[in-house]
């Protein structure tokens, strides 16, 4: 048994070695995609003064969630910037955008199809129940090996952990259609494609909000995490923090993080709820 | 309006469901099998058993029977929402069974509408695009269609309300909205499953009558689902009775309740009023048993009425003028007579032996 482990280790190690010599190009590419989404992001969050971007903000909470939020989301995010953490905050906001953005690209599509196909689902079922369980900074590892330090290590990670909910709750959406909707469709004779945007997606939308939530909201922590691979941002502040016992910027950037991290969930909330 | 084009042709078709459904089939068609065998033996449900009917053009074909009793899985079998286990139905000639799902799909587009008990408004649409939906589905475009849904919306009477939502409206609007989507795509053939039943009686009783009222002036033909026997009367020319997946009777509701097939359905039509659905025709004595009764009395002296007078009308018609009989008589000539006693049993539902025919 245990020399059955053993050889099973090597042959996962020899496989990540070869893969690092022999398919370099293809993960140099990948690398270079996802660094360009990141920097395009950052690029444009970067590109107005923190007042305009602090005020944009206050102004779209306002306008969802009354005035109260969006006065309170400026000032938080002016704090942000009184602890000289602006770049970090906007690096973070960033690495979060586009985790979600690729993470959502997959995920949705994939969970409509999961929908529409029982046999699917019940095959991503446990692939989805298995990245759930294990702890997120096990997809550092691999990424670290393939991509080296940096942020496209950190996007690949958090990618995984934030495409499970968009799944799952995409799937489960389709697969709540109304059976008398259905019905309707059938009778009234739709094709498939119009069963599918014209009754089921929109009554799946609740659900879907809910999975683009959620996934956001794990891309959060798991970008934080992804500090130790050197991905920038407000994480790889904590882990320096960390380090160098330096527990007064420690708490400023997990302020900075909890800000962001209220701001985004509560927006998309609120977003989800509108019928 | 009316005439005799078969426009729904079901024949002999069973539904069968369970797993063990094609044996069960087997078994019904080689052995013989009974509902309750089938069930014993492969634990299968017979949803529908030997129905057969046919819609013809203009007609309003009533289903009546109870929960349970199959009427939603006949309806269903009508445009193949449900696939017959054995036997065929034909729409406007061709059997569904056979079609590719294109064809289907035209099919139900085109020449057979639907409305639901539950009404299935999109509730992200306004009462105009739900209106409209069978059309857009059709790949009919905006404009052309939304002029067909209003001037479905305006025959229901909900002219004003089409730029509202579904949560907007009241139960009964709603269902005038699943007909008004329903006579967009302007179908020969409108199935309606239970449609009136989840709404109170009073708005029921008006949708019944407008429903008819717009079915005949449109010439559509419908099948009409119901568990209310009132409710197939007013509305339905034909009425089939349904029970444990059989029909059990079917005819114009006067033949019904004259003449019911078993004592199931002489329970059924126990409540039933008599005044307005029974005719002077089904209540009439022939003529020479009434003069062998009346031998003094002249046939002329009679006072006269048609054979489709009903019994409101002949008691009227009797306490009016006084006369123990009626002369019914049809383009000119004494066809039978109405007495007072084959009058009041008619009220009571027993036709005189004969002459009910």
């Known amino acids: 048994m245990e020399r059955f482990v053993t050889t099973f280790d090597r042959v996962v190690d020899d496989a990540l070695f070869w893969l690092t010599d022999h398919a370099a190009f293809v993960f140099d590419g990948i690398r270079a995609v996802l660094e360009g989404l990141y920097d395009a992001a950052l690029w444009l969050l970067m590109l107005p003064p923190f007042w305009a971007v602090a005020g944009l903000a206050g102004l779209i909470g306002w306008r969802v969630l009354g005035p109260a939020f969006g006065i309170g989301s400026a000032l938080a995010l002016a704090a942000c910037r009184a602890m000289g953490l602006w770049e970090e905050t906007m690096q973070t906001l960033a690495l979060v955008v586009a985790a979600s953005v690729i993470a959502l690209a997959i995920g949705v599509p994939l969970g409509v199809l999961a929908g529409l196909m029982p046999r699917l689902d019940r095959a991503l079922t446990p692939a989805l129940d298995l990245i759930q369980t294990l702890p997120p900074y096990i997809y550092l590892l691999p990424a670290i090996a393939l991509m080296g330090y940096g942020p496209a290590t950190a996007l690949v990670a958090t990618v995984i952990v934030a495409m499970p909910p968009a799944i799952r709750l995409t799937s489960l959406g389709i697969r709540q259609t109304p059976a008398a909707f259905l019905e309707l469709g059938q009778a009234i004779g739709a094709s498939r494609g119009q069963m599918l945007w014209k009754i089921r997606l929109p009554f799946a939308v609740p659900s879907i909000m809910a999975g683009i939530n959620q996934s956001l909201m794990m891309a959060f922590g798991m970008v934080v995490i992804a500090g130790i691979v050197g991905s920038g941002g407000l994480g790889e502040t904590i882990y320096g923090a960390i380090r160098t016992l330096d527990i007064a910027t420690s708490i400023n950037a997990s302020i900075a993080i909890v800000v962001l991290t209220m701001l985004l969930d509560r927006l998309t909330q609120a977003t989800a709820r509108k019928p | ?120 408004l999109l509730p992200q649409r306004t009462v105009l695009e739900n209106a409209a939906f069978g059309l857009e589905v059709q790949g009919v475009g905006r404009e052309d269609r939304n002029r067909a849904a209003e001037a479905a919306l305006a025959k229901v009477g909900l002219s004003d309300w089409i730029q509202r939502y579904p949560r907007e409206l009241s139960g009964g609007m709603q269902q005038r909205v699943g007909l008004a989507r329903a006579l967009t795509a302007d179908p020969e053939i409108i199935l309606m499953d239970e449609p009136f039943s989840a709404l109170d009686p009073l708005i029921r009783r008006q949708l019944q009558d407008e ?30 009775i349904m029970k444990d997946g059989v029909i059990i009777q079917d005819g114009t509701a006067e033949q019904i309740v004259m003449n019911p097939a078993d004592q199931y359905v002489v329970d059924f039509v126990a409540g039933i009023s008599r005044l307005h659905l029974v005719k002077a025709h089904s209540v009439m004595i022939p003529v020479d048993q009434w003069r062998r009764q009346w031998p003094g009395v002249s046939l002329d002296s009679l006072p006269q009425c048609s054979p489709d007078a009903d019994i409101d009308a002949l008691i009227g018609k009797i ?39």
């Open chain 2, 319 to 357: 306490t009016g003028t006084g006369s123990d009989a009626i002369a019914i008589a049809d383009n000119g000539r004494i066809v039978g007579v109405v007495t007072t006693r084959s009058l009041l049993l008619g009220v009571r539902g027993d036709a005189e032996p004969r002459a009910a025919a």
């Open chain 2, 211 to 240: 429903f008819r009222q717009l079915a005949k002036d449109l010439g559509k033909s419908a099948v009409f689902i119901t568990h209310d026997l009132d409710e197939a009367i007013r509305i339905g020319d034909r009425i089939a």
């Open chain 2, 1 to 120: 309006m009316e005439s005799n084009e078969v426009l729904i042709d079901c024949r002999s078709v069973w539904k069968v469901f369970g797993e063990r459904s094609r044996e069960a089939i087997g078994a019904i068609t080689g052995r013989g099998l009974g509902k309750q065998q089938v069930l014993r033996e492969f634990g299968c449900v017979v949803g529908v058993s030997d129905a057969s009917l046919q819609v013809r053009r203009g007609e309003i074909f009533c289903v009546m029977g109870l929960s349970g009793s199959g009427k939603s899985t006949l309806i269903r079998l009508l445009n193949r929402l449900i696939e017959p286990s054995l036997g065929t139905v034909t729409v406007k000639g061709r059997d569904i069974a056979a079609m590719d799902a294109a064809t289907l799909r035209e099919t139900r587009a085109r020449h057979i509408g639907m409305v639901f008990q539950s009404v299935a």
